[in-house]
DNA sequence: CTGAAAGCGCTTACAG
DNA sequence: CTGAAAGCGCTTACAG
């Protein structure tokens, strides 16, 4: 009971149970363990015995003798983070199976704190580390460097040499720009953050390399910031005044390819609002699939997805083959994003 | 590094220390911990020595003795919680300062998936628990009743005779009509979410109760669902047709106390659809105020704050003092809300 | 003032 | 087939 002051009875030991089996803690522990040779029925009877006591061996003792903790730790600066939750639980889902605990490290921007936590991670003698954050072009306020464990960098900025894993926003750009024009638009515009974001610039790039091998007209994309005001600026700009693509003169957009889907959320409020529809007139496609903004949209957005999640999963199983003596090599792997197609571009022309 | 592969240095232990300073391990246990006995000049000595050798005490050797990990497991169902995330920051704030850490468990809606994670922490003999979710009325898939450690809930349904912290909602829908009443409203509605959810009914119950006290009509509170699509629909009941206050007649809302920000971001949505003002026309208060929607929305949303994160605070300081040995009582501590003013309510009318 | 000994709970060679 | 011994890295009475 959480509240009761009483004396918590001590969990019962090996050596309990050794004693109640009438047999050594040496040979109790290879009982349990399936390790040495002994009569199948004195094995059972010290498993009853274990079974029958609720004996659950002490994993600190365990792991002083191992050499290995069975705990990583997990750093991020993403405190309310949309980003760092998919991750983690990627994470998390891919090591408790293998009996593996994860610290939560909360570093906010904080060195201090980081190194805190770094800290008490390697008191705490973790496995591994798993360096996480709320953008891919950013390091965490902290060294992880040189440390005498493995360190995995997922959705942040790694050091040079290390092993990263970080979504592939080119190709995500790629997918929904294809999407569009596999739906027949002609006059795809770009929306997106700001320039101090190294994916702006990333899938700004694979926007236009589509549009160009397509032999479509490219708009020099507009950048502002990750919000639906700027969506809405930017849906002003877009279809005010003289429209600016470069090759056709003043037509209008009819799909715009949004950075985030907080913009995107803005571009369709604002066509809305200027009697323009979705998807009919203008096509908007969001990036990061934000569940709760792409599913109260007018029309449901269509997102691409960075699968962070699936990210989590994979930089926890690399952690993991790492610890256990796997060797790896360095570098960042760009894992695949993926496009949700909801109501906001469209069927194809034929479709 | 973490791709090298060549074998990683050991930690250096204290046994190095001793020998590199020229003492026994006890000395050196004893000097680097305040204890004992001895010359100014030995203790800094050895002080000295552990800097050099960049000892640190492995921390799973001196949990085996003190019986006490410095460790905490915090469970969550809440996997892409808005309400998680600021009470998970809120608990390793509170712990990582006296070294403790928290590890993460995301126990979903399984049971074996919690029963997994529970066995690990106790396995690794965490010194408390955390429980905490999505929702205030619901327990978490495992039972935590009589465990040999303490447990703490937090924002979900704890066992009875525990020890729980939530977010005292009725104070807080209080906080949301008696800020309408103080501006002057006078016929204020409240759209909530569905009857399932104990909230509804304890928010729902507190802006009747305020209602009362000022004299003022009492609505019947529309319920449906936690979305933006119920917000305007609810206004299509609220403003078309005959209105429905008790006492007045058919006389429409000049005030909305709704009961999350997406309801209210809808509501918005759907006055200024039909050209009624916010907050002129009407005042519009949500409640979470989660930022991300409550400063998008047009215009900027003032609503109720759970202040999560110093739930989170003090269930960890709670929890802390537990494992201290304090007693504390059990019971359902209810911490308060508190309003945060943007602009969808207007000024006081003297203001 | 300092050190040898025992021990936290377990595992793993090594004897018998 | 089973057990005594040594040891993981540390701390804490207890001797000296």
């Known amino acids: ?7 918590a009875p001590a969990p019962v030991t090996l050596r309990e149970v050794a004693a109640s089996a009438g ?47 069975f705990t990583v730790g997990l750093l991020t600066n993403d405190t309310y983070g949309r980003f760092s939750l998919p991750l983690m639980s990627g994470v998390s889902d891919a090591l408790v199976d293998a009996g593996v605990s994860v610290f939560l490290c909360n570093v906010e921007d904080d060195t201090r704190l980081a190194q805190l936590h770094v800290e008490a991670m390697l008191d705490k003698r973790v496995d591994g580390i798993i360096a996480t954050g709320k953008r891919i072009d950013r390091h965490l306020p902290v060294d992880l460097a040189n440390l005498r ?67 479509l007209p490219v708009m020099e994309p507009l950048l502002g910031s990750w919000s639906e005001a700027w969506g809405h600026e930017a849906v002003k700009k877009l279809f005010d005044g003289q429209g600016k693509l470069s090759k ?12 985030n889907d907080q913009i995107a959320r803005g571009v369709i409020d604002a066509l809305r609002e200027r009697g323009l529809g979705v998807p009919d007139d203008v096509g908007v496609i969001g990036f990061d699939n934000w569940q709760i903004v792409a599913e109260a949209t007018r029309p449901p957005l269509t997102s691409v997805d960075m699968n962070l999640a699936a990210l989590g999963r994979e930089a926890g199983l690399t952690l993991l083959s790492l610890v256990g003596g796997q060797p790896a090599a360095p570098g960042i792997r760009k894992l695949p994003c993926r496009l949700v197609v909801r109501q906001s571009c469209g069927r194809p022309p034929d479709g």
């Open 149 to 215: 464990i493995p360190v995995i960098y997922a959705f942040t900025q790694p050091d040079p040499g290390a092993i990263a894993f970080v979504s592939d926003d080119s190709g995500g750009a790629r997918l929904a720009v294809e999407h569009f024009c596999r739906l027949g638009r002609k006059r795809i515009a770009h929306v997106t953050g700001p320039a101090s974001f190294a994916v702006v610039h990333e899938r700004a790039q694979a926007y236009r390399d589509v549009l160009t091998e397509k032999g």
């Open 23 to 69: 047999v050594s803690v040496a040979t109790a522990s290879k009982a349990l363990n399936g390790q040495g040779r002994m009569t199948a029925e004195t094995r059972e009877r010290i498993r009853e015995t274990a079974r029958r006591l609720g004996f659950r061996p002490n994993s600190l003792a365990q792991s002083l003798l191992r050499r290995r903790s």
């Open 1 to 7: 009971m959480s509240s009761d002051a009483s004396p």
């Open 248 to 259: 056709t003169g003043s037509e209008k957009p009819d799909a715009v390819f949004c950075g």
